[in-house]
């Protein structure tokens, strides 16, 4: 009698419906960034040719002529970058380990400038990457906040700075590659510089654009 009254005290404190372990994880986001660069190439040539007639008093006269030939050619080359982030959370999308050397002194004197860096310090090496959060919204849209982050290595001293005062929030909705190249506007002039859309924007026609897809 005791046992079954100790069975039943267990069945009664059982929950009802699906255990907490198997209820459903958070959401995961693709955030991608890509690039496509177009550039055309255009030829203009001009072809001569000639020949001399004999006549038949034995004269010679000259006949020629001359063609003039154009092509064109469009070239498109597309490359990309993206990260996987859960929704609420951050994800980290390192964008160079080292950047090249002409580079390394606006980083240093972006940092200067907005008082992350002491004057004076100079830089060795730099890194740069972006984190990225993602939240998802109601309405099939996403929230992504970019803030530029720059790790740096001096003589003596390294660090890693998250420059949030150059951060980038936008709306975008689920799936849907939103164009950025045209509204340069939307992102900070560092994020762009990051991204190299500053530095690939002359002597051919760029454009960048942001999809970020919830992952069922």
Do not use: H
Request: include cysteine; aromatic fraction near 6%; charge should be positive.
């Amino acid at each position: 009698m005791k046992r079954a009254v100790a069975a039943l005290a267990v069945l009664l404190f059982v929950p009802a419906g699906p255990s907490p372990l198997c209820a459903q994880g958070p959401k995961q986001v693709k955030v991608i960034f890509e690039f496509r660069q177009s550039d055309t190439q255009s030829r203009d040539a001009v072809q001569g040719s000639g020949r001399v007639i004999i006549t038949e008093r034995g004269s010679a006269r000259p006949s020629g002529r001359v063609g003039v030939e154009s092509s064109e050619r469009k070239v498109t080359r597309t490359t990309g970058l993206f990260t996987v982030v859960q929704d609420g959370g951050e994800s980290t999308l390192m964008v160079a380990s080292q950047v090249p050397y002409p580079q390394v002194a606006y980083y240093r004197d972006y940092l200067t400038g907005a008082g992350y860096l002491a004057t004076g310090v100079a830089f060795k090496d730099v890194g740069t990457s972006l984190k990225v959060r993602a939240t998802v919204l109601p309405g099939n849209q996403v929230r992504v906040r970019m803030t530029p982050t720059i790790s740096w290595f001096a003589d003596d001293r390294s660090g890693v700075t998250e420059v949030n005062a150059a951060s980038t929030e936008l709306i975008v909705p689920n799936g849907r590659p939103i164009v950025m190249g045209g509204a340069t506007a939307q992102l900070s002039e560092l994020t762009r510089q990051i991204l190299g859309f500053a530095a690939s924007q002359s002597g051919s026609e760029t454009l960048m654009t942001l999809t970020a897809t919830v992952l069922e």
